[in-house]
């Protein structure tokens, strides 16, 4: 078994489990899971070194992958958005006696060439002087000219805790950040996993694009496309309702 930080909702129906992207926790996932707990049991999990979940010492998807299916005890359904979707897909990989059917959300199996923007929201975080912080919006200013959209800045906000002896970030950010270069590729693997594989893109988002097909259907040739419009890269928060009826409709299909 997986010693990775898990939260459940609902008692019944088919089991779905949850894994976020760079940066995110289980409950990232709150609003669909909650959407789905009414016919499924939902997991959510948090990844590693994220959220309450382990910090481990070196990035390394096979290990993330193999700590996924460590919470899997049954057959599930198995969605992965971003760094969580390449550790959702090596997890089938893997393990494809543990994964009934796969949804990978606005990510590829590929190496992508930049993970610039990511490297910046790190040097932000590890920048600000937690100690000189006396409230969440004492740090929704700090951290406001090194990135200034109000939406990512929320998002990397959820993973910033106040404890006894002052704050501190959740995710293991000195390890992310030396290993960056690791999240932005794929592991070389020959496995093909032969399940249902439903991939989810944001209209607005260069993650999924015509030239990944290729790659994609040589280790997921069971795989449907559907690209969620005005949705970017975070296609579940921003085109929640949209997403929840596609991907409710494939569990269920």
Known sequence: MSDLHTTTLGEQGSPVVFCHGLFGQGKNWTQIGK??????????????????????????????????????????????????????????????????????VDVSPVQYRSADEFRGFIDAMLGMDLGAIGSRADADAALADAVPNPGVRAFLLQSLRREADGWRWLPNLEMLRRDLDVLRG?????????????????????????????????RFPRVRRVTIKGAGHWVHSEQPKVFTEVLSRFLDA
């Open 186 to 218: 794929f592991p070389e693997t020959d496995a093909v996993y032969e399940g249902p594989v439903l991939w989810i893109g944001g209209s607005d988002s260069g993650y999924v694009r015509d030239e990944f097909v290729p790659a994609m259907e040589a």
């Open 35 to 104: 959407a789905l707990a009414a016919s499924h049991r939902v997991t959510l999990v948090d990844m590693p070194d994220h959220g309450q979940s382990p910090w481990s010492e070196r990035l390394d998807y096979e290990a993330m992958a193999d700590a996924v299916a460590g919470v899997i005890d049954e057959p599930a359904a198995l969605v992965g958005h971003s760094m969580g979707g390449k550790a959702a897909m090596l997890a089938a990989l893997r393990h494809p006696e543990r994964v009934e059917r796969l949804v990978v």
